[in-house]
Structure formats: structure tokens, C-alpha cells
T-cell receptor, first 114, second 114 residues
Framework: DAKTTQPPSMDCAEGRAANLPCNHSTISGNEYVYWYRQIHSQGPQYIIHGLKNNETNEMASLIITEDRKSSTLILPHATLRDTAVYYCIVRVPHGSSNTGKLIFGQGTTLQVKP | KAGVTQTPRYLIKTRGQQVTLSCSPISGHRSVSWYQQTPGQGLQFLFEYFSETQRNKGNFPGRFSGRQFSNSRSEMNVSTLELGDSALYLC?????????????FGPGTRLTVL
């Protein structure tokens, strides 16, 4: 079973920030939080990941709470092309026997509206 | 750097036949993981190959098998196809370390079983 819980759907106005929440209350201290997105019928696209600190790249920002039980993916200026299913995944640490396995939940369908 | 490639992109087979799908990972990546995506079950992990050895296996019947070659390219095979095997089959490559090692997905092979 997925170790994360996400709302099934969200709407966002074009040009506004999209904030996608994720709960991972059973995360272990050395497990990473990853975000992927999937645009209809394409392969999932890597967005960002983090362990404890907040992270930012050219696509998004990742805010992880201090207790690491939840996180938020922020798309600062959503466009229509950001409409997709967003998956939050907890990834096992280095050296685990399950390093090649990602467990996907149902994700959040983000609809960006004009 | 070239991304993950999968061939063929689309495939139509009939029940009882077998099929072989191919995945070429990103150069330097030694891990290839395979996933099945259906509308009902979402994205599910099939198996992972690392350095020509199966390292992880999901909960799928023995009709699903795979292998990896010395150049890290991987194939998966499905024998005695069933209607329920119609799905998008995705492969993902990574260095194979887990933790902060991202998996990058290919575009997928859309298999339709008639």
C-alpha cells in the first residue's frame, strides 16, 4: 500500500500558485519524499524530491514539515500545461532491498483553469 | 542526454499470444524497473532489474517475466495474454541506489489485447 495520502482532485486558476498537499505520517527518518506528475497517457515526469529541508528547482518548490509527516508541492505560477495527475511518493533509502520500487497512490488530479 | 526509450509504442495482440516489450535506459543507469498502469489499478510495480539480476518483484503472475542485458537494456515478456493485460507498460531507469536517486520514466508501451 502507498504510504501517502493525497486529495483526489484540486483546481487552480492559471497564473496562481498551486499548492498540493501530501500526508506521509508513517515516513521513516531516512526515507525521501518524491513528487512526480503524469500528463494524460504519458510516462510520469520527475518533479522534485527532498529529505528534510525545503527544496526548489526550476519546476517547483517542496515544503516538508519539521516532523516530516506531511509536505506540500508548490507550482508558483500554474499554467494550463500543468494540468496533470500529481503523485507524492515515499522512497526507500540507500541500501534498501526495495530501491527500484516506487509505490504509487491514486495521486491528485490538478485542473488548471483559465 | 537521451531519455528512456521504449519500443514499440503501441501494440495490439490477441488472447493467448505472447508479447515482448523493450526498454533502453538512460546512459549510465544500471537499474530498470517496470510498471503496469490500468484505469482500475493505477500504477503498479512489476519488477526491477539491476546489473542483469532481478532485484525486486511485484505481485504479478509468472506470465510476466523480464530480463536485463549487459548494456542495461531490458525486456519484459508477457505470455498467454489475457484481456486484463491491456495496459500502459512503463519502464523507469535509475542509478539503482534508492534514496536521492531519481527514477526517470519512458513514454510507455500501450498494449491492447483483443
Amino acid at each position: 500500500d502507498a504510504k501517502t495520502t493525497q486529495p483526489p482532485s484540486m483546481d487552480c486558476a492559471e497564473g496562481r500558485a498551486a499548492n498540493l498537499p501530501c500526508n506521509h505520517s508513517t515516513i521513516s527518518g531516512n526515507e525521501y519524499v518524491y513528487w512526480y506528475r503524469q500528463i494524460h497517457s504519458q510516462g510520469p515526469q520527475y518533479i522534485i524530491h527532498g529529505l528534510k529541508n525545503n527544496e526548489t528547482n526550476e519546476m517547483a518548490s517542496l515544503i516538508i514539515t519539521e516532523d516530516r509527516k506531511s509536505s506540500t508541492l508548490i507550482l508558483p505560477h500554474a499554467t494550463l500545461r500543468d494540468t496533470a495527475v500529481y503523485y507524492c511518493i515515499v522512497r526507500v533509502p540507500h541500501g534498501s532491498s526495495n530501491t527500484g520500487k516506487l509505490i504509487f497512490g491514486q495521486g491528485t488530479t490538478l485542473q488548471v483553469k483559465p | 542526454k537521451a531519455g528512456v526509450t521504449q519500443t514499440p509504442r503501441y501494440l495490439i495482440k490477441t488472447r493467448g499470444q505472447q508479447v515482448t516489450l523493450s526498454c533502453s535506459p538512460i546512459s549510465g543507469h544500471r537499474s530498470v524497473s517496470w510498471y503496469q498502469q490500468t484505469p482500475g489499478q493505477g500504477l503498479q510495480f512489476l519488477f526491477e532489474y539491476f546489473s542483469e539480476t532481478q532485484r525486486n518483484k511485484g505481485n504479478f503472475p509468472g506470465r510476466f517475466s523480464g530480463r536485463q542485458f549487459s548494456n542495461s537494456r531490458s525486456e519484459m515478456n508477457v505470455s498467454t495474454l489475457e484481456l486484463g493485460d491491456s495496459a500502459l507498460y512503463l519502464c523507469a531507469s535509475s542509478l539503482g541506489r534508492g534514496g536521492d536517486d531519481e527514477q526517470f520514466f519512458g513514454p510507455g508501451t500501450r498494449l491492447t489485447v483483443l
